[in-house]
Structure formats: C-alpha cells, structure tokens
C-alpha cells in the first residue's frame, strides 16, 4: 500500500470548514483513499473513502486531485466534538488486509 | 444494533499469566480484525479473520492467537503475557475486504 502524509497537527477554529490535507504521491490506480478518526481514545471511526472522483456524505466531503497524488478531507462545519486524530489510509481492495494506520493529523477545534 | 463490543475494557496481568479477549459484532460482518495500539502510534493488525472458521497472521502476530468459531465472534488469546504485550487491544469488523472496518471501544491491557 502506498504512504502517506500528514501534518502532525492542526487548529480549526469552531464553526468553520476544517481542511485535512493528505499526500499520497505513489498511490496506484487501484488504491483507495480512506479516511478515519480516533477521539481521544476511542476505536478508530470510519468518514469517508474514495477511488478519484469526489466523495460527500453526511460526516464530510472528500475532494481527490485529478492526477491523485493528494487529497483533502473537508468537514464543513467543525464542532468541539470533531477534534481527534485523522488518518488519511491508501489502501488496495484487493491483497493483504493491512489497513496502515500513520501517526494522522491532530485536528483541534478552537472554541 | 450494538456495533462491535470487547470483553474486558481493563485488565492487568502478571508476566506469564494467559488470558483471552472477546470481540463481538451483531452486523453480520464476514470480516473481523484484531489490531494493537502502542502509545503514540498507529494501529498494527495483529490477526484477522475472512470468515467464520478461518484465521491468518497481520503484521504482528507473535504471542497471540486466535478463533473464530462462530461468525459473530472473534477471540484473541495471550498465552504467556509479556510487558511488550502492554497495548490497547481494538477489534473491527467489516461486511468485505472492500468496505469500512468499524471498531470496538477497546481493551487497555497492562502487563506487569
């Protein structure tokens, strides 16, 4: 599976669009990009995954660049209750199942 | 719809002892995973399984092991606890390969 990267850290402040960048500069054209959090120390929660067109639901948008080497989570109006760490996942659906947790962005939200 | 729930959510244990870990999911996943969770890092799959009956080895199997004989369950074993075996324990399943894994709350275990 392809690496990824983060940057260890962000603020956001409350109500505005928190924007999560993720660099995946050799990521293969089968390879997902998935997306989750971890709040404090809960199990990791699932938000969003995507092949290369952009994805919205109800927790977030994600938006892939065209030659897919990079992507971002969007989530559109953040709340005290988003700040977690986010992981940014490339991953195959096909072969081993590893799913490659890094070390994700820690995204605090700014009352 | 409980999700994925773990038995125990603590437990300390003295070098040497064995214990097991339950993970259940009502969801009727195919999939289930256990990972492990050091202090500053990401998760690590430890073992998995594709569906009832069947295991096979993560990244990180050494000192565990597992069963999964029934569908909704999927038990990870300790035979002889080590300290390097002091983790967070998350457990997930999922309904393919291809689809999200959802995640128990987890078990902190602390080897002495």
């Known amino acids: 599976d392809a690496k990824t990267t983060q940057p260890p850290s962000m603020d956001c402040a409350e109500g505005r669009a928190a924007n999560l960048p993720c660099n995946h500069s050799t990521i293969s054209g089968n390879e997902y990009v998935y997306w989750y959090r971890q709040i404090h120390s809960q199990g990791p929660q699932y938000i969003i995954h995507?092949?290369?067109n952009n994805e919205t639901n109800e927790m977030a948008s994600l938006i892939i660049t065209e030659d897919r080497k990079s992507s971002t989570l969007i989530l559109p109006h953040a709340t005290l209750r988003d700040t977690a760490v986010y992981y940014c996942?490339?991953?195959?659906?096909?072969?081993?199942?590893?799913?490659?947790f890094g070390t994700g962005t820690r995204l605090t939200i700014i009352p | 719809n409980a999700g994925v729930t773990q038995t125990p959510k603590f437990r300390v244990l003295k070098t040497g002892q064995s214990m097991t870990l339950l993970c259940a999911q009502d969801?009727?996943?195919?999939?289930m995973y256990w990972y492990r969770q050091d202090p500053g890092m990401g998760l690590r799959l430890i073992h998995y399984s594709v569906g009832e009956g069947t295991t096979a080895k993560g990244e990180v199997p050494d000192g565990y092991n597992v069963s999964r004989l029934k569908k909704q369950n999927f038990l990870l074993g300790l035979e002889s606890a080590a300290p390097s075996q002091t983790s967070v324990y998350f457990c997930?399943?999922?309904?393919?390969?291809?689809?999200?894994?959802?995640f128990g709350p987890g078990t902190r275990l602390t080897v002495t």
């Open positions: 996942i490339v991953r195959s659906n096909f072969g081993n199942e590893k799913l490659t």
């Open positions: 969801m009727n996943h195919e999939y």
């Open positions: 995507g092949l290369k």
């Open positions: 997930a399943s999922s309904y393919t390969r291809a689809r999200e894994q959802y």
